[in-house]
């Protein structure tokens, strides 16, 4: 499928007296255009992106050989401007970084066992689809589907050893405390003994994969501690986007959260790089989570 970019401006009226009412004529100028893109999209099948402009009033000086003096015009041109910050972002790649990061890269990845490399991969696909997006949230929710991906691996590698008796002996065990007040939050516990938050499932990959305890921290931190300016962490934007809480058409939370989107890629990145160390030092029959790959935990 091919991908075509959009750019151009549309007329409004703004009264710079009035700022609130401007910004309502501003806000819903956008949406018609992402109505209109969309529509486009939806109807027949194109990748389309809108990248706002502006015109700009310019001089021309006409190309005359003498004695003929130049004569200068004004024109309009139109102009596209980036969307976010992250528009900004360029990469210089020189022929060093091939030879000496990207084919060793390669060839690590191709020599991970095969019970584990078709994830990683897939891990990676997100990872750069992600990296594809211009901005906003569409990055955020495909860095973090890179790192879910890794984490239900690792617990479905943790669910193997498992024995279902036991679990139901644990969770029995539980219930037998139930009372009026807190069966509610037994019941929660229960089900996460049977089916762990993604939360849990990567502090448990985190805890194994990543040897380096500082490391370790910050990534968590990362990852779960609330954000001084928004009051939330990274997992919990996650959960607003999942749970529909969270979008692109709530302009000002969006702008809450806008500074901690460009950290998900580097975490993103330190979570996937920590796993195919992890996987480089596995056996070719290894299929789960080693007690030796935890030791240094």
Known sequence: MNSYETWGTINVSLNPQKVDESKQIIEGAIKTIGLAI??????????????????????????????????????????????????????????DHIKNLLFPFIHQVANIPAHIRPTIETALDWHAQANRFASGLNRFVNYWASMELLGNFWNIQLSKKRVPKELKLEIYEKLKLATKDNCLKLVRECKEMEEPPIKAKLNALLDTVVIDTQKRALIKDALFKK???????????????????????????????????????????????????????????????TSSASSGA
């Open 38 to 95: 969309n529509g486009m999209s939806f109807l027949f099948g194109a990748s389309l992106h809108w990248i706002p402009a502006r015109y700009i009033r310019i001089s021309r000086i006409s190309d005359r050989s003498i004695p003929v003096e130049p004569v200068e015009t004004k024109d309009w041109i139109c102009l596209p401007l980036p969307k976010s910050q992250d528009d900004h972002s360029s990469v210089v790649l020189k022929d």
């Open 227 to 289: 954000d001084v300016k928004s009051k939330k962490s990274s997992y919990d934007i996650r959960n607003g986007i999942a749970h529909g809480n969270v979008s692109e058409a709530k302009l000002e939370p969006v702008q809450l959260i806008t500074h901690q989107l460009p950290y998900a890629q580097g975490i993103s990145y330190e979570i996937i790089m920590s796993m195919i160390e992890w996987a480089s030092q596995c056996e070719p029959t290894e299929a789960t989570p």
